[in-house]
């Protein structure tokens, strides 16, 4: 289901990244969620997940397990 918010995401997301960061993930979580409506419910939402951290990898990246933008 889309995020309303950044305080919906999941712990793993909200505790790692920096606020942009889970904008860029939120924003394409809930495109990906939207583009994807032909899928199965479960195959949607981890196709959306996946869709979402590769959009954050883009511009972010993790030195010594911070997450920095590039």
């Known amino acids: 289901m889309p995020y309303a918010s950044i305080d ?3 712990i793993s997301v909200k505790s790692h990244l920096p606020i942009h960061a889970q904008e ?3 924003g ?16 949607r939402e981890v196709t959306a997940h996946r869709i979402a951290w590769a959009a954050v990898k883009q511009r972010y990246r993790k030195e010594a397990g911070q997450w920095e933008e590039r």
């Open 24 to 26: 860029i993930y939120r």
């Open 28 to 43: 394409a979580f809930n495109g990906a969620w939207l583009s994807y409506d032909n899928q199965p419910p479960d195959e």
């Open 8 to 10: 919906d995401l999941p």
